[in-house]
C-alpha cells in the first residue's frame, strides 16, 4: 500500500520534472538562438581578429583552472573557519561564563584545535552546500525521532504478544549514496531505530539485521534512504520536497512565459 | 601492532569526535580551579584522543598529527612549565610553589596570582600527560618497535 502510493508519488514528481525540463530546455533554446544571432553578428564585425574555436576553447580551460583553484583554496579556509566557529559555540556552551578571560581563552583553544583538525571535522564537505545540509539535517531529526516512537510501540508489540511472531533475518542492498557521511547518518538512523541493526557497510552494500518482517518491508520502502540522499544532496533521488520546489519554479516560469 | 580501521561508520564518526574531544580536554585544563577537572584529567582526556585517532587511522596517519618529536617535546615542555613556576616562585623569595608571590610580576593582587599560577600549573600538567599517555599506548602498540619515519 505504501510502496504503490510511493511509485504514484515518484511518477507524479517525475511527470512534474518532465514538465519543467521541457519549458526550461524550450526557454534555452530561444535564448540560445539569440546568442547565434549576436555572435554572428559580432563575427561579422570583426572578422578580422578571427578566433578559432580551438583557442577559445583554451581560455575556457584556463579560467576553469583558475576557478578550480581559487575555490579549493577557499574551501580549505573556510573549512577552518566553520571547525572554529563549531568549536567555540561548544565552548561557551560547555563553560558558560561569559567574562573576557574565559572567552579569550575559548578562543585561543578553538583556534589551536581548529588548526590540529581542520582536515578531519569537515573532510569531503563541497563547496557551499553546507548550509543547506544543515538545515536539512535539523529537519530530518523530528521525522527521525517519529520514526523511532512508531518503531518502539511496534516492538513493544512484539515483545509482549504471548506468541512473541519475531522473523529475524539479515537484509542486505546495496545503497545509492554517495559519500561516507551520509552512509554513517543513514547506519546510525538505521541503528537508532528500533528492531533494525546496521551490522556493517563493506563498499557501499549495508547489511543490516532485522527483527520482522515488516520492519524490513519498512527498510526496503527506502524512505530513510531517500530522505538521507535529500539531506546531503545526493544520488537523483525524487523526493517530494524537490518536486514541489520544481512546481514553483514551473509555476514562476509560465508566469514569466 | 595496530592497523587503521577498516569500518567506515568507525572511521566517520571518530573524525567527527575527535576536535569536540580535545575542545573538551582543554575545557577540563581551563577550568580545572573551579569545577571538576584540572591538568590530569584533562590531559589523559586529551592522550584519549589521540589513542582514538591511533586506533582507527594507524600509526602513519597519526604520527602525521602528533610526531614522535613533539611528543618528547610536549612532555618535557610540560614539566618545565610546572617546575618553572615553582622555581620563580623560590626566586621571588616565596616557597616551592607559592603562587601568591607571582603576584609581584603579574601586577595582580595576590588572589588573582594564585588563580593564574595554578593555571599555569594545570596547562604543564595537561601537556606532561597528554604526552606521556599516549606514547605509553603507542610504544605497547608498536610491541616496542621504533615507527617507520624514525628508522631512517
Known amino acids: 500500500m505504501e510502496v504503490t502510493l510511493l511509485i504514484q508519488a515518484t511518477d507524479d514528481s517525475f511527470r512534474i520534472l518532465e514538465d519543467a525540463r521541457k519549458q526550461a530546455k524550450g526557454l534555452l533554446d530561444s535564448a540560445s538562438i539569440l546568442e547565434d544571432a549576436r555572435r554572428q553578428a559580432k563575427g561579422l564585425l570583426d572578422s578580422t581578429v578571427g578566433v578559432t574555436s580551438e583557442t577559445r576553447q583554451m581560455e575556457k580551460q584556463k579560467i576553469q583552472a583558475i576557478f578550480k583553484g581559487a575555490q579549493e583554496a577557499k574551501s580549505s579556509f573556510q573549512n577552518f573557519i566553520a571547525t572554529f566557529f563549531l568549536l567555540f559555540v561548544f565552548w561557551v556552551l560547555l563553560s558558560g561564563k561569559f567574562d573576557l578571560f574565559h572567552l579569550t581563552m575559548g578562543v585561543i583553544c578553538s583556534v589551536v584545535i581548529a588548526h590540529l583538525t581542520h582536515d578531519l571535522l569537515l573532510a569531503n564537505v563541497r563547496v557551499g552546500e553546507t548550509r543547506v545540509i544543515v538545515r536539512r539535517f535539523i529537519t530530518y531529526i523530528p521525522w527521525l525521532i517519529y520514526q523511532i516512537i512508531l518503531s518502539n510501540i511496534h516492538v513493544a508489540y512484539l515483545a509482549l504478544s504471548p506468541r512473541m511472531p519475531i522473523d529475524p533475518h539479515v537484509l542486505r542492498f546495496s545503497t545509492k549514496l554517495e559519500s561516507d557521511i551520509s552512509w554513517v547518518t543513514l547506519a546510525n538512523s538505521i541503528t537508532l531505530t528500533p528492531g533494525t541493526i546496521t551490522m556493517d557497510i563493506k563498499d557501499g552494500e549495508f547489511f543490516v539485521h532485522a527483527l520482522d518482517k515488516k520492519v524490513a518491508d519498512d527498510l526496503h520502502a527506502g524512505e530513510m534512504e531517500d530522505r538521507v540522499a535529500h539531506i546531503f544532496m545526493e544520488a537523483d533521488h525524487i523526493y517530494i520536497q524537490d518536486a514541489l520546489d520544481v512546481a514553483r519554479i514551473y509555476v514562476a516560469l509560465r508566469k514569466w512565459g | 601492532m595496530i592497523r587503521s580501521s577498516e569500518d567506515i561508520i568507525i572511521r566517520t564518526v571518530s573524525r567527527i569526535l575527535v576536535p569536540f574531544i580535545q575542545l573538551f580536554a582543554l575545557y577540563v585544563i581551563a577550568h580545572g580551579h573551579y569545577s571538576p577537572g584540572g591538568g590530569f584529567q584533562g590531559g589523559v582526556i586529551l592522550g584519549a584522543s589521540l589513542v582514538l585517532l591511533l586506533i582507527t587511522y594507524g600509526p602513519s596517519d597519526t604520527r602525521r598529527h602528533i610526531s614522535g618529536k613533539s611528543v618528547a617535546v610536549f612532555s618535557s615542555l610540560g614539566v618545565l612549565i610546572y617546575s618553572g613556576i615553582?622555581?620563580?616562585?623560590?626566586?621571588?623569595?616565596?616557597?616551592?610553589?607559592?603562587?601568591?608571590?607571582?603576584?609581584?610580576?603579574?601586577?595582580?593582587?595576590?588572589?588573582?596570582?594564585?588563580?593564574?599560577?595554578?593555571?599555569?600549573?594545570?596547562?604543564?600538567?595537561?601537556?606532561?600527560?597528554?604526552?606521556?599517555?599516549?606514547?605509553?599506548?603507542?610504544?605497547?602498540s608498536s610491541g616496542g618497535k621504533p615507527p617507520e619515519d624514525e628508522k631512517e
Open chain 2, 86 to 140: 615553582g622555581f620563580i616562585c623560590l626566586l621571588l623569595l616565596g616557597n616551592y610553589l607559592d603562587y601568591g608571590k607571582l603576584s609581584g610580576i603579574l601586577h595582580v593582587t595576590p588572589a588573582e596570582a594564585r588563580s593564574l599560577g595554578i593555571l599555569g600549573i594545570e596547562i604543564g600538567v595537561g601537556f606532561t600527560v597528554m604526552a606521556i599517555m599516549f606514547s605509553i599506548f603507542f610504544d605497547i
